[in-house]
């Protein structure tokens, strides 16, 4: 069967910087981040950090209700409503195609809601099943987000579940992307979603990988800047319609961009210490697939946490596949890190910005660590380019990495 190509015809997401692209693109374009001091976290003895990037408010329609919701956490509830924007956006919200069993969904979290985490947990330290009832699993599950998607529009298609942390939004538009090019699939919602928790913070802050500077929030994260003291967390969903080119065109969708390449693979080699050598494969995995040379990207957005480690060893890899001259940047300084949503939310914009030819910079780069890679680093305002393709990436805890390549629509 020959391959099919793959199209992108709706997007939408929740997030620190807003809930749609206007807005989302004015927030990019004043140069400030989303970061806030979380006062509430000051109840936990031992949390270093207190800093946050929490999502823009968002409103439910009518039809959230108590019933069609019950089996929501926050993750999925933020999930399913970037999907319904998405499918909204892509002109297939109700369409009988989403029940036909030719449209499925691919996306995680790095985890479920965490507060149905602590009933159970309560139950293992106090002996109790209080606060337990028939959901509270549901809520919890990994896979919590794209099973309440499927169940929200009735999808019959296939539902793969990425849970793999810091990539699982990447890796749920790679594997959509692999499923409707080998024609297993017409289209599918594919993205991911995370919500923001004291305790997800915990699990960066044991490891000192987190942003102290409570008290100076517009000023943290700082990716690749020498000064950078750690990742700052945010939350938010990010979900795309991802449709069979020929599909798209018989039904007269508005198509966004293109898909042409997706590359994963994973170190083999540590937990939590990522490597130069094995990102690089993977980016080199994505122009393989593309049948691109490394000139034909002319942006990349990088995942950029403002850890030591991570920043080093990717920029580096970058470096390395691209050379010296490739303009570069890093959407978590403005939004934090969003786990399981950033390669969605990150993919999209990086969308979008190649729509309107301006590329938002990284904040609070002052000073490149000299240890970091020799790259364009994009500063100040941000940049005017036109380009033809870009290239996101996104690498995880258990050194899994992901990279995805778009290409600019021409009708």
């Not at 159970?120 to 509270?136: C, V």
Request: aromatic share 6%.
């Amino acid at each position: 069967m020959a391959a099919r190509r793959v199209v992108i015809t709706g997007a939408a997401g929740i997030s620190p910087l807003g809930n749609d692209w206007p807005s989302i693109e004015a927030h990019l374009r004043t140069c400030r981040n989303a970061v806030q001091r979380i006062d509430a976290w000051d109840i936990y003895q031992g949390l270093n950090t207190k800093l946050a990037a929490p999502a823009v408010a968002f409103e439910l329609p009518a039809h959230y209700n108590r019933k069609t919701t019950r089996s929501m956490g926050r993750v999925a509830l933020m999930a399913v409503r970037a999907s319904e924007l998405a499918l909204q956006n892509a002109g297939l919200l109700g369409d009988p195609l989403l029940s036909s069993g030719k449209v499925g969904v691919s996306c995680g979290s790095s985890a479920g809601t965490h507060s149905a985490m602590g009933d159970f947990g309560r139950m293992l330290n106090e002996h109790t099943t209080e606060g337990i009832n028939a959901t509270t699993y549901i809520k919890m599950m990994s896979h919590t987000a794209p099973v309440n998607v499927g169940v929200f529009f009735g999808l019959t298609g296939r539902v793969i579940t990425t849970s793999s942390a810091c990539t699982s939004g990447s890796m749920g538009i790679g594997s959509a992307y692999e499923v409707v090019r080998d024609g297993k699939q017409v289209a599918m919602l594919a993205g991911g979603a995370e919500q923001l928790d004291a305790t997800a913070s915990a699990v960066f802050d044991t490891l000192f990988a987190t942003s102290v500077r409570n008290d100076e929030p517009h000023l943290s994260p700082r990716p690749f800047d020498a000064n950078r003291d750690g990742l700052v967390l945010g939350e938010g969903a990010g979900m795309l319609v991802l449709e069979e080119l020929e599909h798209a065109r018989a039904r007269g969708a508005n198509i966004l961009a293109e898909i042409i390449g997706f590359g994963t693979n994973s170190d083999g080699a540590h937990v939590t210490q990522p490597s130069a050598s094995t990102m690089a494969v993977a980016m080199q995995l994505a122009l393989d697939d593309a049948g691109l040379p490394p000139e034909a990207i002319g942006y990349v957005n990088a995942h950029g946490t403002a850890t030591d480690h991570g920043d080093i060893a990717e920029s580096n890899a970058t470096q390395s596949v691209f050379g010296t001259q490739m303009p570069f940047s890093s959407l978590k300084s403005y939004m934090g890190h969003t786990l399981g949503a950033c390669g969605a939310l990150e993919a999209w914009m990086s969308v979008e910005m190649m729509r309107s030819g301006w590329f938002a910079p990284t904040l609070n780069l002052d000073n490149v660590d000299p240890r970091c890679g020799a790259l364009d680093y994009i500063t100040g305002r941000g940049r005017e380019l036109q380009v033809e393709h870009v290239m996101s990436n996104n690498f995880a805890f258990g050194g899994i990495n992901t990279s995805l390549i778009f290409r600019r629509w021409q009708n």
